[in-house]
Every structure is written in structure tokens, then in C-alpha cells.
């Protein structure tokens, strides 16, 4: 099963379309369980698209996957200082 800190890591290629038809049934599984990672992907959606209706280039692939990164550590944090939510 998926955990919150692995949906994390691949989210910003699920929004964009990047996973194979298994691991996007998997994102789409965890998603209808659970309420926080559907907050998390919806603004991180919401960011994606502001960041394109704002900016004539796309971001800088190093840039995206640095706040991924970020996204994914602050998760795990929060899963070592309490209960994570899966």
C-alpha cells in the first residue's frame, strides 16, 4: 500500500501525467482514503496551475524537484513526531 511520505515523492508526476496505468491506480487508491493527501494534491494542482497561467517558461525541472523533496521531508517529519494518516 502506498504510504503519505511515497505519494509525496511521486505526486507532482502524477499531476502531470508521468506514471504508468499501476502506479496511478495506486495514487488514485490512497487518494479516495485518505483526506490529507487529497488536500495535498489539490494544492499542489492548484500551485502547478498558477505557476503556468503566471509564467510564460515552466519552472525549472531542478526547482520542481527540490520543493518535491521538500514536500517529502516535511512529511516524513511529521510521520516520526506522531501517527501518520494513511
Do not use: W
Amino acid at each position: 500500500m502506498l504510504m503519505c511520505r511515497d505519494l509525496a515523492e511521486i505526486a507532482s508526476d502524477y499531476i502531470d501525467g508521468e506514471l504508468n496505468r499501476r502506479q496511478s491506480l495506486t495514487v488514485k487508491m490512497h487518494l479516495m482514503m485518505c483526506k490529507d493527501c487529497r488536500t495535498f494534491i489539490g494544492n499542489l494542482r492548484a500551485s502547478s496551475n498558477l505557476l503556468s497561467v503566471h509564467s510564460a517558461s515552466r519552472p525549472d525541472e531542478q526547482f520542481l524537484r527540490q520543493i518535491d523533496e521538500r514536500v517529502a521531508e516535511a512529511l516524513n517529519n511529521r510521520g516520526t513526531k506522531g501517527s501518520e494518516p494513511d
